[in-house]
T-cell receptor, first 113, second 117 residues
Framework: AQSVSQHNHHVILSEAASLELGCNYS??????LFWYVQYPGQHLQLLLK??????LVKGIKGFEAEFIKSKFSFNLRKPSVQWSDTAEYFC???????????FGAGTTVTVRA | GAVVSQHPSRVICKSGTSVKIECRSL??????MFWYRQFPKQSLMLMAT?????????EQGVEKDKFLINHASLTLSTLTVTSAHPEDSSFYIC?????????????FGEGSWLTVV
């Protein structure tokens, strides 16, 4: 079975600081990788996804993630966070053509003004 | 953009009763929907795949007689927690697969908090 590990449970940082959230998965075959964000009181929203091609993926709101196959990792980054980035972030994985997602436990990001 | 709506967003029920949660795709048809539950500070765990017009597919360890799923139309799936107990208290989230356009996108509902007292 696939498993997804997010290293940080809660991250607190100041505005303009850089953010990196770790994500590792256990599945050895071809995978699709996702980062979702859930702002307080809102739906889960897709930040970015990787299916194939360039391992550096750019998403919405200035986020990017890098797929490193040898490390089974898909870390999320943002060079300069804003207060509005305060949210819960989830890494997720599925196999191609299988729409069932396996989620990490999530990381709560709190950005202080 | 496409929206998936869940109702109710919060529900409190007495132990032993049943409660129904609805998941609707508001502007697209969804032949496949997914039901997840999330315990505090834990991952979203897939419970079942809801298929329009056929039986749901349950993940290992999920009691199909306790968590009844009905996907009677292309825009509605329901999850009924039967004979609810306090340990069923959780956050339930649905998602729906939009086959139109490119990418077969999955959209999530806003989730439903269930508290069993």
């Amino acid at each position: 079975a696939q498993s997804v590990s997010q290293h940080n449970h809660h991250v607190i940082l100041s505005e303009a600081a850089s953010l990196e959230l770790g994500c590792n998965y256990s599945y050895g075959g071809t995978v699709n990788l996702f980062w979702y964000v859930q702002y307080p009181g809102q739906h889960l929203q897709l930040l970015l996804k990787y299916f194939s091609g360039d391992p550096l993926v750019k998403g919405i709101k200035g986020f990017e993630a890098e797929f490193i196959k040898s490390k089974f990792s898909f870390n999320l980054r943002k060079p300069s966070v804003q207060w509005s980035d305060t949210a819960e972030y989830f890494c997720a994985v599925n196999r191609p053509n299988d729409y069932k997602l396996s989620f990490g436990a999530g990381t709560t990001v709190t950005v202080r003004a | 953009g496409a929206v998936v709506s869940q109702h109710p967003s919060r529900v409190i029920c007495k132990s032993g009763t049943s409660v129904k949660i609805e998941c609707r795709s508001l502007d697209f048809q969804a032949t496949t929907m997914f039901w997840y539950r999330q315990f505090p500070k834990q991952s979203l765990m897939l419970m079942a795949t809801s298929n329009e017009g056929s039986k749901a597919t349950y993940e290992q360890g999920v009691e199909k007689d306790k968590f009844l799923i009905n996907h009677a139309s292309l825009t509605l799936s329901t999850l009924t927690v039967t004979s609810a107990h306090p340990e069923d208290s959780s956050f339930y989230i649905c998602s729906a697969r939009d086959l139109t356009g490119a990418g077969n996108t999955i959209y999530f509902g806003e989730g439903s908090w269930l508290t069993v007292v």
